[in-house]
């Protein structure tokens, strides 16, 4: 039950994160779309031939992309790889860091606490359901952004070959503008909103998923409460403030409607504001990324808090762990496994081919956004830690 302590831990916590969110305001910035972008409605005829050499390279980035395809950790490690090699390609870095919460997402469903209140049923649909999201998203991106690659090193645009891999129509003129001008706001914002807008219909939409994930009472419990989080961890630096602490904090967003395509995208803007809009986010996740590997379970960014060894899978610990953002003394670790231990690699399912830009009405998301006036959200990311595992300790009692 909350106590004063819980109140009053909770409003230190807030008044950290607001402390942060102010600081920062001085090195935010409006993102502007420059540039009007019409995608062509002509579809490539299915007899269309290629070159050998065209061929070529089809065949060995449709390899890539399988390779590094098969699973959380792969995905998130050539994300990594190709934003530190083309640091121009915002998006990559963006898709790193919200890859590795849909690794923790899934080692959450075999942590500590879910377990308690899901069943086993429950918790493989929700991963199955993680999983292939974030795969189609990669089979869908990362050969665009090979393409990109390719493309910069013959000095020749590529982006031709774009309906091969059955990429939208709706993604050539802003390749084709990006190779000229370099706009990495205008790439970043139409490919946050391709990759959404492909996902819709072939999961979002998808009866079984709407079944067995997005229509329960759990997964929409977990929105009312406020805990569908996209969270950057960051080395934050001591800002001088006697009230405020250094250390790795939480930068994010909270995801309230998932099955809304308009607010994925929103939030998908947010994110990529919030990352590159401000210097402490920015600087701090780039540190994290670079340095730290992702292993898929939480202990990535506190260590002090999670843990993935085995001995505390099956913890009996029967008292809050936590006040606030505080670790209560002596309180074991959360198990938080890495994802090798959670769960296995899987198949990734067949699905519509189909462009799904149809309507240009769309094109109304391509408008001027700016970095969110919150940000910081350690605070509240451990008042959602501390109600779940209130309502496991509520729940074993």
């Not at 831990?9 to 935010?28: E, H, I, V, W």
């Not at 083309?86 to 899934?106: C, D, I, P, Q």
């Not at 990109?148 to 084709?176: C, G, T």
């Not at 805990?227 to 309230?256: C, K």
Request: with cysteine.
């Amino acid at each position: 039950m909350f106590t004063y302590k819980h109140l009053l831990y909770n409003m230190s916590g807030k008044l950290q994160s607001t402390t942060r969110n102010l600081y920062s305001r001085k090195y935010q910035k409006k993102f502007v779309i420059t540039k009007k972008v019409y995608p062509e409605n002509t579809v490539v005829p299915e007899s269309f031939k290629y070159s050998n050499e065209d061929a070529r390279l089809i065949e060995l980035i449709q390899t890539e992309t399988t390779l590094h395809n098969r699973n959380n950790i792969t995905r998130t490690q050539a994300y990594k790889e190709i934003y530190f090699n083309h640091k121009e390609l915002h998006w990559a870095l963006l898709a790193h860091m919200v890859s590795r919460n849909s690794g923790w997402l899934m080692t959450d469903l075999k942590g500590e606490l879910l377990p308690h209140l899901m069943t086993e049923q429950e918790r493989y649909a929700m991963f199955r359901f993680y999983e292939t999201a974030n795969a189609l998203i990669f089979q869908d991106a990362y050969p665009q952004l090979l393409l990109y690659v390719e493309s910069k090193r013959r000095q020749i645009n590529l982006f031709h070959l774009l309906p091969a891999f059955h990429v939208s129509r709706f993604m050539k003129p802003f390749w084709d503008l990006f190779l000229k001008d370099q706009d990495s706001v205008l790439i970043t914002t139409a490919l946050i909103m391709n990759e959404q807008h492909y996902i819709e219909d072939r999961v979002i939409q998808n009866e079984k998923y709407q079944q067995t994930v997005l229509e329960t009472l759990k997964f929409k419990g977990q929105e009312i409460a406020q805990m569908t989080q996209v969270i950057f961890p960051y080395e934050a630096d001591n800002l001088h403030i006697f009230w405020t602490r250094s250390g790795t904090r939480l930068a994010g967003l909270i995801l309230e409607h998932f099955a809304d395509v308009k607010e994925r995208i929103a939030v998908g803007k947010k994110l990529y504001a919030m990352l590159f809009g401000i210097k402490d986010v920015f600087e701090g996740v780039t540190v994290f990324a670079e340095n730290v590997f992702h292993s898929g379970s939480r202990k990535d960014y506190w260590d002090y808090l999670f843990t993935d060894k085995v001995q505390y899978k099956h913890s009996q610990y029967q008292k809050e762990r936590m006040i606030g953002e505080k670790k209560i003394k002596q309180a074991p670790p959360f198990y938080s496994p890495t994802l090798e231990e959670a769960w296995e690699n899987q198949s990734i399912p067949a699905v519509s081919e189909l462009d799904w830009y149809n309507n240009t009405s769309v094109l109304k998301e391509l408008q001027d956004f700016s970095v969110p006036m919150r940000f910081d959200m350690t605070g509240e990311y451990c008042f959602g830690l501390n109600k779940l595992e209130l309502a496991v300790l509520s729940k074993r009692n």
